[in-house]
């Protein structure tokens, strides 16, 4: 059903080419507004098997994040954190799945591949406890996520970087997605799980209100204090660094096996093409780029930079939340 959105945005398909369907650049532009988020239509099918068919049990833990937030990098942290007695706290990490494995296979997602083709029972055969990712915003998730009591670690990032990775990881695949459009249509809330100032304020406030189960991290503050983060995910998860581990040296272990320079060395992820979408194959090198903050300067203007500033600052008002 096609909706107008806050923005004034009316279409319900937003820059698509309808002539270019169905070439992998024409699938890349349409989104559409469902339940006031911006998907693209087959996200928006698999959003539908996730709310119709997914349980969530008491002890999942969900990692969510908007899309280039830093999604594989929480993946892998929480990975290595949640594994650890399996995979070495004896500080030998010589065989660990994150030295041969993509971050991004290690932890499935919700809704992804789209689950009209990969059908929910693939997550009701994981045992329990279950780590999970998705990038589907709060009013959209099953309500019981949260009655249940689950742990849910969300991610953000400074929107203007975000932007930018975004563009860059999509510009790969479609170079009809400049960044003046990209641009333009992130202003106006439109990009895959947008808009991202009510992606972010959705977890942004159940966070404050249930800070138990929400933990809202960002990715500045992580890149800035990795070891603090580290510590605090896993006292958040439950399973804290004991004093033997710490002084073992396995909290900077982590960190290090995590980070980005590490894991883009990695044969698994700077090699090959995967298609973890469904329908959009990806170098797996594409998930690493810069990862730096604050990259934004190299591609906005410091006019765009204050547009969108501006747009976001007034979005968020009021709520506490700060980039
Ligand atoms: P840049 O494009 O700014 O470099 P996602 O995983 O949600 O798709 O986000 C991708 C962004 O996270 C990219 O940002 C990528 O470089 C960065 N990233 C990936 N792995 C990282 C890591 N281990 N540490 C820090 N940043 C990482």
């Not at 563009?167 to 990009?191: H, P, Q, R």
């Not at 983060?229 to 290090?256: R, Y």
Request: proline share 7%; net charge negative.
């Amino acid at each position: 059903q096609s909706q107008s959105n806050h923005n004034g945005v009316a279409d319900q398909e937003v820059g698509a080419d309808q002539s270019l369907a169905p070439t992998p650049t024409a699938q890349q532009f349409p989104w559409v507004l469902y339940q006031s988020c911006w998907l693209r239509p087959s996200a928006v099918e698999s959003v539908k098997v996730v709310q119709s068919q997914f349980t969530p049990r008491h002890d999942d833990v969900f990692l969510v994040t908007y899309p280039k937030c830093g999604t594989t990098w929480l993946k892998a942290l929480a990975f290595a954190i949640t594994r650890r007695s399996r995979h070495g706290s004896d500080a030998d990490y010589s065989h660990h799945p994150l030295l041969t494995c993509h971050p991004q296979d290690l932890v499935p997602f919700l809704e992804m591949p789209y689950r009209q083709l990969h059908p929910i029972s693939d997550l009701e055969a994981l045992p329990s406890p279950r780590l999970l990712c998705t990038h589907i915003p709060l009013p959209l998730l099953p309500p019981s996520v949260f009655t249940l009591g689950c742990r849910v670690v969300y991610l953000c990032r400074e929107p203007k970087d975000v932007l930018v990775s975004l563009w860059c990881f999509i510009n790969k695949v479609n170079k009809n997605y400049t960044m003046d459009k990209a641009f333009d249509l992130f202003c106006e809330g439109v990009s895959s799980y947008g808009p991202i100032w009510d992606h972010n304020l959705g977890f942004w406030k159940k966070s404050v209100s249930d800070p138990d189960n929400v933990l809202f991290l960002k990715y500045d503050e992580m890149t800035a204090q990795p070891v603090e983060h580290v510590k605090m995910l896993a006292e958040f998860l439950g399973i804290p660094f004991t004093d033997e581990e710490v002084s073992q040296g396995i909290v900077e272990e982590t960190v290090n096996l995590c980070s980005f320079e590490k894991l883009k060395s990695l044969p698994a992820n700077s090699s090959g093409v995967s298609d973890r979408i469904g329908g959009v194959p990806m170098e797996n090198s594409s998930y690493f780029r810069t990862g730096k903050v604050g990259d934004w300067k190299n591609h906005m203007t410091e006019e765009m930079a204050k547009k969108l500033d501006d747009i976001v600052e007034e979005k968020i008002k009021g709520s506490g939340l700060k980039f």
